[in-house]
């Protein structure tokens, strides 16, 4: 119904989504009215302060949150439930199953959902658990990984599937500084050889930047749209960059005008 | 660790460490240490008193033990009640697994699984009897009935539990790779609670155990042979105090095995080296 036409058929299309939860105060609106979308291979950064709902609009995505109103579509079909189309990297890393090692996790989505033979699932597996670095602990259990390891299994187990398109929610969040940054590196490499399509929740400006093609910014209380970027153009290169930093401003501005008064930003 | 220091002399020092902190670290030495220890107590205890008809000494005991294992078919008493006990555990797991799985489903079944559990968790199971013998005769099947209600609300309520306390992002983990009903549970709930579930089958091990117990000794003869509860009640009644405690240390023992041989290498090769438990 937007009158603008799109140039790649979209993977997955959020369309004038509304959420609400119902709390014993009342209903609470926490997303209102917002729409995009992500072509082949694009990565989606939703953006915005804590409270903007941008968990909870990947959450529906994921189709473990009903839409009040709206739709959510995953290659043309309407979203009903949660499927394994769609890969949910956690921010918490209890992710992994415990009882579980290393590679039967990564096997597991495979098991579940996919009609591969078991030879197959095993060479599946482990060639990405090779990519994340993770060959010397192909049968530790989650409980003897590094946080760091253990977000490494999780983005392993959600590229393993043939997944339409990864959902991420701040997945590196409760990484130290110096994880993070090489997890988002890792990430961007692993991006750029699978051309996976991503649709990746942050608070973080500069990680958003550089982990995105488009950055989708949200308004607090309830989340709004406030705009979108096109970030396609920035990559690792520009760490540090005057163009970065400018950029950084910018979106900075454009998230917190309203809030003059706050200092309490995030800055990673 | 201030052994260090001690270096060089002899290696007669250094094997004496080994041992030392073999004794130290073995759960199985330290368990036998603790044994020996109380067994010691009872001895002395006993000897000081110096009443055998009331309260005989734990040689004595054990030398009754003997007998009655050698002369007086005791094991199979007791295989006769750990029989029973087994069906009634057996079958109690099964339907409580059963009942809390529906209930993990649907709202109506939990709030009836737990109205249920509140009710008659603290009724005690040997107060069943009276009614069970009513419906259902002196036999097997009121100490069935009697042992699966004492098995069935503890070990429900500590698997529901266990249900509940799993972890928010291993249920979504589940339901996103589109996991439901039957396979939901047994694929992600079942393993992720399975600290609760083992603790509920411990508890509930004890429970049957008393019961069974209690209930033979109100009951008498079961099956054909008699139980330990049995056993124990005969010898009683003819004041051979050294066997009745005989028939008692059989079920510490027998209780012993399980928690210490069985539930241990269930933990062991499933919660705690999963690092769920230590």
Known sequence: MLARDPVLPAVFEVDRLTLEYRTPAGVVRAVDDVSFRAAEGERLVLLGPSGCGKSSILKAVAGFLKPASGAIRVRGREVKGPGPDRIVV???????????????????????????????????????????????????????????????????????????????????????????TQLQGELLDLAEELGFTLLFVTHSIEEAILIGTKLHLLSPHPGRTITSLDTSEFGRGDLGSARLEALSREVHDLLFTKRTDSKAVQHV | MSDLSLGRPAEKSRAAVRLRDFVFTSAIIRKILVLALLALIWELAARYMNKPILFPTFTATMAALWEAVT????????????????????????????????????????????????????????????????????????????????????????????????????????????????????????????????????????????????????????????????????????????????????????????????????????????????
């Open chain 1, 90 to 180: 956690f921010q918490e890393f209890d992710q992994l199953l415990p009882w579980k090692t290393v590679r039967q996790n990564v096997e597991f989505p495979l098991r579940m959902a996919s009609r591969l033979s078991k030879v197959e699932i095993r060479e599946r597996s482990e060639i990405i658990l090779k990519k994340v670095g993770l060959e010397r602990v192909l049968d530790g259990y989650p409980h003897t990984l590094s946080g760091g390891m253990k977000q490494r299994a999780a983005i392993a187990r959600a590229m393993v599937t043939d997944a339409d398109v990864l959902l991420m929610d701040e997945p590196f969040a409760a990484l130290d500084a110096l994880t993070r």
């Open chain 2, 71 to 278: 002369t007086e078919n005791l094991l199979q008493s007791s295989w006769a009640s750990l029989f029973v006990l087994l069906k009634g555990y057996v079958i109690s797991i099964v339907l409580a697994l059963v009942f809390v799985s529906l209930a993990v489903v649907s709202g109506f079944v939990r709030e009836l699984l737990q109205t249920l559990i509140s009710m008659f968790n603290p009724l005690p199971a040997i107060a069943l009897l009276p009614v069970a013998m009513l419906w259902f005769g002196l036999g097997e099947k009121s100490l069935l009935v009697v042992l699966v209600h004492a098995v069935m609300w503890p070990f429900a309520l500590a698997t529901l539990t266990g249900f509940e306390s799993v972890p928010e992002t291993q249920r979504l983990v589940g339901r996103n790779y589109g996991l439901r009903g039957p396979s939901y549970v047994v694929r992600i709930l079942i393993p992720a609670a399975l600290p609760s579930i083992l603790y509920g089958m411990k508890i509930a091990w004890a429970f049957a155990w008393r019961t069974l117990i209690a209930a033979e000794l109100v009951f008498g003869v079961s099956s054909s042979s008699g139980g330990l509860g049995w056993f124990i009640f005969r010898n009683r009644n003819e004041l051979f105090t050294d066997k009745v405690f005989a028939g008692l240390a059989m079920v510490i023992i027998i209780g012993l095995l399980v928690e210490g041989v069985i539930f241990r290498v269930i933990e062991n090769v499933t919660v705690r080296r999963w690092g769920m438990q230590r």
